[in-house]
């Protein structure tokens, strides 16, 4: 994208609409290449990927006719586990062998479930066909006594890793099928316990780092993707405290939502190109020299005598100027000291948007970062990184973040549900007539 | 080593398969969603996968099998447990188990399962650490295993993968499991942390292990202890100087702190190297990590509030501007406070008694 003029380069970047919606509608038309193989038990993830991307786009009718929608909707069903809950896709389906014996190999999945209602609400599907007593009554055997969720139930055991993407998942089957309706169900005569709430709580808690952003486990690195899950699954439960104090009757978390606020606008990095030597946010001269020394395997006066500052000259601090900032944009990062990604765009942006501070982080820099840099200008979508190729998690949350991000050519996403406000909005609808059907 | 041929074969032409009545995938519709383009010998060998995990077949063709499909789609969900219950049933060993990790480690170093099932394989090889620690060294009778040897052997390992990739999350988070598994609080991970952040200052990863390793251990004080905190104290001033604007270590300083009920005003002085404003030629700063630290500082004495909106100013208008709108957003909640006559924007810890569970 050369920029002719001076004027120009304060002229905002467009998003290339009819370019994504042509990637998605291959994505959604045939099939994705064989590298993609290494994703096939990810399907389910996938799909919700691309139907939500043509939901976004307003091109999901376009893209589609009334009987394919019905039939995606018919595969989203064939993936649902008799005993409640989906698989990730048709793999581990035995079929006419399936029996107690080997029931253990053809389990239940929580992110499946979670994106596979997702991908109903989004087609408009009644959810008549979902098994929502089997699947809630899943639910709670899918928590670990420390409060945790897993990912799917083998052999008795709950495996997976102890990581908020399951408690985001779980969290949130438990919203589509029940809201913010909490306790005991009664449900055709049968009483169906709810998850510990409090338990829940208490392992977020405790998984709030240091430095402000919430880890996966005690004492493990703060990460945007798990801060992400963290908070929209206390806010699906209604247990998010974005204000400065906590409650304890019931419980909320994080503990310290100004220190999570403060930590997630400090995502947002100038660091743009991941090959670039130094991995850091601030770049002065000396600071550049030192640190090719250092890889040179000599070492600088400074840090032989330790008590001299490297001397940072203010002026010349930043490795970029305000000019390169107003055209590159910037895009933000998973944890510090590392280099922007698209897909954080939306893990760090959402998450201010779940904490109700929107704006504080800087939309228009974030804009020009995901449309002027990393939107593929042949092939639609988003990469990873400047110049990449694009692939279904980048394009997608690409597309998610720049709507926070108030790009008004992709339909309003909720922040939480990461798809549209118009498919959030019919789960009241969703709610009633399970209450009804009792 | 991998064996190519047996990678390449084909199990339905494969005498030692002929029993087998593969199970092809179930029947997906006329319109499935995301639907791959696989290959014949993917296809194939899901089919037969399908077929053992039906009989729960627990026999040494199923190690082959598996290990075919992981190396193909290593992101299966239940394929690693599977493996996993047949390399314990056919008493496999697990030594060798561990040397192909090791070479598959590099293709799939962001897969959460490959490190779990290695998790699962050390512990399997060593339930119980304490108890064989008293009688550490050559393997004694009864035992099958020398624990320093596989702790060596580990810790190698994971270092190695440190070379490829400084900050592999997964990596980081085995390295935590090992030292709690194995006790090795004081075996040379503080020294290993400091290597690692003598190597790239601004590994944060690195930052954060020196933390787990300091304050991590069960039952220990960590930086509440007056001597630990001192050196830890003295250590990330060693490193904010050598980089001033590198944010890592400033947080460090804040937790540690924070963790020992100290007041930030304790690091005033220091902040004040790098975040001078007193000067009539001009300010002079270093870092924008000193002068937020210094709007806290400032910010809990109600006197010094026009100093702390200074320090906000300069970062928003100046040393911070991408992110201009927070620091506005902390300027305007001075100001309500300041307006209210309550010092309500205390760092959280000098206000409030932490009865939560957490482990800072």
């Known amino acids: 994208m050369a920029i002719s003029k001076a004027e120009d380069a304060m002229l905002e970047p467009q998003l290339d609409k009819i370019r994504h919606v042509k990637y998605w509608t291959r994505c959604i038309k045939t099939l994705l290449p064989h590298q993609y193989t290494s994703n096939d038990s990810n399907r389910m993830y996938l799909a919700f990927f691309i139907v939500s991307a043509l939901d976004l786009l307003d091109a999901l009718d376009a893209a589609s006719n009334e009987e394919e929608r019905q039939g995606y909707i018919n595969w989203v069903y064939r993936c649902q586990h008799p005993d409640g809950g989906f698989r990730m896709w048709p793999g581990t389906d035995l079929g006419a062998r399936s029996n107690p014996e080997n029931a253990q190999w053809d389990p239940a999945n929580i992110p499946a479930t979670y994106f596979a209602l997702s991908i109903l609400l989004i087609l408009k599907d009644d959810f008549k066909r979902v098994n929502y007593e089997a699947t809630l009554a899943w639910l709670p055997k899918m928590q670990r006594p420390d409060g945790s969720f897993g990912e799917t139930l083998v052999n008795g055991r709950v495996e997976g890793g102890q990581d908020p993407r399951f408690g985001y998942c779980a969290t949130g089957i438990r919203f589509m099928l029940r809201g913010s309706s909490t306790g005991d169900l009664s449900v055709n005569g049968r009483t169906i316990p709810d998850v510990d709430l409090d338990a829940f709580v208490r392992c977020v808690r405790v998984a709030e780092a240091y430095e402000g952003g919430i880890a996966d486990a005690p004492f493990h690195e703060p990460h945007a993707g798990y801060t992400f899950c963290s908070l929209g699954a206390l806010a699906f439960i209604g247990r998010l405290s974005t204000k400065g104090s906590i409650d304890e009757t019931p419980p909320t978390a994080p503990c310290d939502p100004g220190a999570v606020v403060s930590w997630l606008v400090h995502r947002q990095t100038e660091l743009t190109d991941p090959d670039a030597g130094v991995d850091s946010e601030f770049t002065a001269p000396q600071d550049m020299d030192d640190v090719r020394e250092l890889e040179n395997g000599k070492t600088s006066g400074a840090q032989h005598d330790g008590t001299v500052p490297a001397h940072q000259d203010p002026v010349g601090t930043t490795a970029i100027s305000i000019f390169d900032l107003l055209v590159d944009g910037a895009g933000m990062n998973g944890r510090i000291n590392k280099v922007a990604d698209t897909c954080y765009g939306f893990w760090s942006g959402a998450s201010l948007h779940i904490m109700q501070q929107p704006k504080l982080y800087d939309q228009e820099a974030i804009r020009r970062y995901l449309i002027g840099k990393t939107q593929h200008p042949v092939l639609g979508g988003h990469g990873k990184f400047p110049g990449d190729l694009p692939d279904l998690l980048h394009s997608y949350l690409g597309l998610a973040a720049l709507s926070l991000a108030g790009c008004g050519e992709i339909k309003a996403v909720d ?4 798809l549209s406000k118009d498919a959030c909005a019919r789960l009241p609808a969703i709610w009633q007539s399970f209450t009804a059907g009792r | 080593m991998p064996d190519h041929a047996e990678d390449e074969a084909k199990y339905y032409d494969d005498p030692e398969w002929a029993d087998i009545e593969p199970i092809q995938q179930a029947d997906q519709g006329p319109n499935p969603l995301a639907a791959i383009a696989y290959t014949d010998e993917y296809a194939e060998a899901m089919a037969y996968l399908r077929t053992v995990m039906a009989r729960d077949e627990k026999s040494e063709r199923v190690l082959r099998l598996t290990k075919d499909v992981i190396e193909m789609n290593p992101a299966h969900y239940t394929v690693w447990l599977y493996r996993a219950q047949v390399l314990f049933a056919t008493h496999a060993d697990l030594h060798k188990e561990l040397e192909w990790l090791n070479e598959t480690a590099s293709q799939y170093q962001k897969n959460y399962q490959i490190w779990h099932h290695r998790q699962l394989i050390v512990s399997r090889l060593c339930p119980d650490p304490a108890s064989s620690a008293a009688t550490r060294g050559p393997p004694f009778p009864g035992a099958g295993i020398d624990v320093d040897s596989l702790v060596a052997k580990e810790t190698s390992f994971v270092a190695s993968m440190f070379d490829k990739d400084a900050k592999n999350y997964h990596v980081w988070s085995y390295r935590q499991w090992l030292v709690r598994h194995f006790g090795l609080w004081d075996k040379g991970e503080l020294e290993f942390t400091e290597a690692s952040i003598e190597k790239d200052v601004r590994n944060n990863s690195a930052w954060n292990h020196r933390w787990y390793v300091v304050n991590g251990k069960e039952g220990s004080e960590g930086v509440k202890e007056e001597k630990v905190r001192e050196r830890e104290i003295a250590f990330t001033k060693r490193q904010i100087r050598l980089a001033p604007q590198n944010q890592s270590p400033w947080n460090y300083l804040r937790g540690i702190l924070r963790k020992a009920n100290l007041r930030f ?8 190297e790098f975040a001078d404003l007193s000067k009539p030629e001009g300010d002079d700063v270093f870092s924008s990590h000193a002068l937020d630290l210094l709007a806290d500082i400032y910010a809990v004495d109600e006197g010094r509030n026009e100093q702390a909106k200074r320090c906000l100013l300069l970062l ?14 902390r300027l305007e909640m001075l100001d309500k406070e300041m307006g209210s006559g309550i010092d309500s924007h ?15």
Not at chain 2, 346 to 360: D, F, I
């Open chain 1, 415 to 418: 922040a939480r549900m990461c």
């Open chain 2, 265 to 272: 005003s304790t690091v005033q002085d220091f902040c004040i």
């Open chain 2, 316 to 329: 928003k208008d100046k040393y911070d501007p991408i992110r201009a709108n927070y620091w506005q957003y």
């Open chain 2, 346 to 360: 205390l760092p959280e810890h000098e206000t409030r008694n932490l009865t939560s569970a957490v482990s800072v």
